[in-house]
């Protein structure tokens, strides 16, 4: 049956009564995030911050641009400065609450 859907809550590869390395469902209250809702905003940004050291990899979507934080605009803005210290470094503790976040390692 190729219409039943089960979400997948674990995700863990080889996690039982799943298929495998199915991977997680992101789920968001923000209706929009994709697709042609997504290009009607005019777009959005979409951050990755893969974090091996702290063993996560976390992901932010920021749609309309102008829901991005300011940290997030000034990183984009100061890119690029050919001036190391003209740059904004990405602080993602000024993010808000990730859109998906997945542990990795052991």
Request: proline share 7%; glycine share 8%.
């Amino acid at each position: 049956d190729f219409k039943t859907v089960k979400e997948a809550d674990n995700c863990w590869e080889w996690a039982p009564h799943q298929w495998f390395n199915s991977g997680c469902v992101q789920v968001s209250s923000e209706k929009g995030s994709l697709g042609q809702p997504l290009n009607a905003k005019g777009g959005g940004i979409f951050a990755l911050e893969w974090d091996p050291a702290n063993f996560y990899i976390r992901s932010w979507v920021f749609s309309p641009h102008t829901d991005a934080p300011q940290n997030v605009l000034d990183v984009i803005s100061t890119s690029n400065s050919t001036d190391e210290a003209d740059k904004v470094l990405p602080d993602t503790q000024l993010w808000g609450l990730p859109y998906a976040y997945f542990a990795i390692g052991d």
